[in-house]
């Protein structure tokens, strides 16, 4: 019995000709049954690979990202999340847009072959050369911010990856220390969570908790709109490179570890987002990768 059997003899509910039914089911891995009803929701999660073929910088080993992934995905197979999300500089920089483009594919041949149901969030780093609508076409992603709900939970995929005067990033326009959310953005985000019921978990890949060179310089704007909704439950992030946490407002911002850093699979990081029933969050941690729990409120 594994650590994710614990709801193998939960009562769940169906919906049977139009007959609410109590059943005891056996199933190992919950799914989602009669529409919107929530049960366990497993989330896998990975962010800044930087994927590249060419030799490490720093502690930046753009090479082995490739194993650390199917390391990680050997984890995610056992463990079957819903849903897969990579939260942004899933490549790094090459000279020329055609050897990006190669970067792009090696590393998507893997994390696309984990799950079906996979959100890319953009960093940086994924549209250095590349323009976003290459990017997004290459990984098969209609939008770069957009929302959908899974079991019961409402996720919204934010893209801070604008200039100041709104201009999107691509073919190296930008600074990275200027990261925001347009105002069209930040509306469509009150729309969204507006229309929504349900409890919410916010993906981005640029810090929305800080005010320093790694946040979204309007992040205290989107922080407002979260608070109000009442009902965001956390945000993951990515873009530090670091472990990091911090709850405003009673939202849990969490900043994942990098799978680019150090060298060997023991420096790798990724993790996997259970979401319980009751709205407790469990995030189990790999590799350097903090672990977190959040019970509910
Ligand atoms: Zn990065």
């Known amino acids: ?65 490739l194993a650390k992934l199917s390391e990680a995905a050997e984890q995610f197979r056992k463990d079957d999340p819903a849903f897969l999300v990579e939260l942004g500089d899933l490549i790094d920089a090459a000279d020329s847009v055609e050897v990006e483009q190669g970067y792009l594919q090696t590393i998507n041949k893997t994390f696309a072959a984990i799950s079906r149901d996979r959100h890319y969030v953009l960093g940086n780093h994924c549209v250095d050369t590349l323009t976003k609508e290459e990017f997004l076409s290459s990984v098969g992603q209609e939008k770069s911010y957009y929302s959908f709900d899974r079991g019961g939970v409402h996720f919204v995929v934010l893209d801070a990856c604008f200039r100041s005067d709104g201009e999107p990033y691509g073919r190296k326009n930008f600074k990275w220390t200027d990261a925001n959310i347009p105002p069209v953005e930040l509306q469509w985000l009150k729309a969204d969570l507006a229309a929504s019921d349900k409890p919410v978990v916010v993906f981005a890949h640029q810090r929305l908790d800080v005010t320093h060179n790694h946040s979204v310089k309007n992040s205290a704007d989107v922080r407002q709109i979260l608070k109000e909704s009442g009902r965001v439950l956390a945000v993951f992030q ?11 407002d009673g939202i849990h911002y969490c900043t994942l570890v990098a799978m680019v850093e150090g060298s060997g699979l023991e420096s790798s990081g990724y993790s996997l987002l259970e979401i319980k029933p009751d709205l407790s969050l469990h995030l189990t941690g790999f590799r350097n990768q903090a672990s977190q729990t959040w019970l509910s409120k």
């Open 1 to 65: 019995m594994n650590q994710h059997d614990h709801l193998g003899s939960t009562r769940r509910r169906f919906l049977k000709n139009g007959t609410l039914v109590l059943a005891t089911s056996a199933l190992a891995s919950p799914r989602l049954v009669g529409g919107d009803e929530l049960s366990t929701l497993r989330v896998g999660l990975v962010t800044d690979l930087h994927y590249a073929d060419k030799a490490p910088a720093g502690s930046r080993h753009y090479r082995e990202s």
């Open 238 to 248: 990515g873009h530090s490179h670091q472990n990091d946490l911090q709850d405003i």
